[in-house]
């Protein structure tokens, strides 16, 4: 286990800080007046254990395909991933093999290269760590100057997806949606409200459009 994972694993368990706090799955309560160095400190390890989740997801999915075949995509349904987001992490995780993958950078730094041949990928990622490059800079390195403007597109993209899973979430959250319809089980005939009908009709479309997209 690399240095950094150890020290977010005790950030996680609570040691090492001046002060206590309470980490729960949908909440971070910490007391006031505790210094900006603590902050930084618990960012990081917070940024650590993200990047490590894509590979861990990743390599998850992967090894779930090989044994379980289509059923293994049954898991990204069941728990509410992204599918754009699960198609990046299976795919980085199957391009970029576990012997070459560096932990002084991160899971972005990995997809960047991932399109490479192995021999090619392993020099740009220790090209990387000795240049410090950041992932903007590996992957004008790797695509070339012209490519720079795809990172545009890509981040309109992204950001496009990013309102539409917040449409269906909103929509879900909202108390009006009608699961039965969402799903396409609704019985023939029966009645729902037209704000019902409203809600969960924009659902339907915002995740269609997520899932054409993916």
């Known amino acids: 286990m690399s ?43 917070f940024s650590v254990v993200r990047d490590s989740l894509r590979f861990w997801i990743g ?12 059923k293994a995509y049954q898991l990204i349904d069941e728990h509410h ?6 198609s990046d992490m299976i795919w980085v995780s199957k391009a970029v093999p576990p012997s070459i993958r560096l932990k002084e950078l991160t899971w972005s730094h990995h997809r960047e290269v991932a399109k490479l041949e192995p ?5 740009m990622l220790k090209k990387a760590v000795t240049d410090k490059l950041s992932i903007r800079e590996l992957h004008t ?30 929509a879900k959250g909202s108390g009006h949606l009608c699961q039965a319809l969402f ?9 729902i409200s037209q704000e019902s009908l409203i809600i969960t009709r924009m659902a339907i479309i915002a995740q269609d459009a997520i899932r054409a997209y993916a």
Do not use: H, W
Request: with cysteine; hydrophobic share 35%; charged share 35%.
């Open 59 to 70: 390599d998850l999915l992967v090894y779930a395909e090989r044994n379980f075949g289509e």
């Open 183 to 191: 799903e396409d089980r609704l019985e023939e005939g029966k009645e």
């Open 141 to 170: 390195l790797v695509n070339g100057p012209k490519k720079t403007a795809q990172i545009k597109e890509e981040e309109k993209a992204d950001a496009l997806e990013r309102a539409l899973n917040a449409i269906v979430s909103e």
């Open 81 to 86: 991933f992204s599918y754009k987001s699960v």
């Open 3 to 45: 240095n950094k994972m150890e020290q977010a694993i005790e950030i996680f368990r609570g040691e090492g800080l001046p002060c206590k706090y309470l980490l729960s799955e949908v909440t971070l309560v910490l007391p006031d007046g505790i210094d900006f160095g603590t902050v930084e400190r618990m960012l990081r390890a």
């Open 119 to 123: 021999g090619e990928q392993e020099a």
